[in-house]
Nanobody, 117 residues
Framework: QVQLVESGGGSVQSGGSLRLSCEVSGFTYSETCLYWFHQAPGQERQAIVGILYNGKPTYRDSVKGRFTISLDVAKNTLFLQMNSLKIEDTGMYYC???????????WGQGTRVTVSS
């Protein structure tokens, strides 16, 4: 059974940094696409970065150059390093696992990020 548990959210000023963590289990890395999603207040959840195992990540334009995804297989943890945070980065962040990379995501509970001026 896939399990995903996010942590690391919080409040930060614009220009600051946060690192989100997602403890993962229940799947085979080489067969699973992993994502971070962002849901801004009142808006739909959107993928901001995805990766297949040790492949090249694909970033949404709005976070390119600021956010970095990484996977520590030994620790079974997916990370999202967020730098140069902007007010519009505020919202809930979710990690997701898609076994088989066929568009069927399973979700963590999310972690909240608030960026203030």
């Amino acid at each position: 059974q896939v399990q995903l548990v996010e942590s690391g959210g919080g409040s930060v000023q614009s220009g600051g940094s946060l690192r989100l963590s997602c403890e993962v289990s229940g799947f085979t890395y080489s067969e699973t696409c992993l994502y971070w999603f962002h849901q801004a207040p009142g808006q739909e959840r959107q993928a901001i970065v995805g990766i297949l195992y040790n492949g090249k990540p694909t970033y949404r334009d709005s976070v390119k150059g600021r956010f970095t995804i990484s996977l520590d297989v030994a620790k079974n943890t997916l990370f999202l390093q967020m730098n140069s945070l902007k007010i519009e980065d505020t919202g809930m962040y979710y990690c997701a696992a898609d076994r088989g990379c066929d568009g069927k995501n399973q979700w963590g509970q999310g972690t909240r990020v608030t960026v203030s001026s």
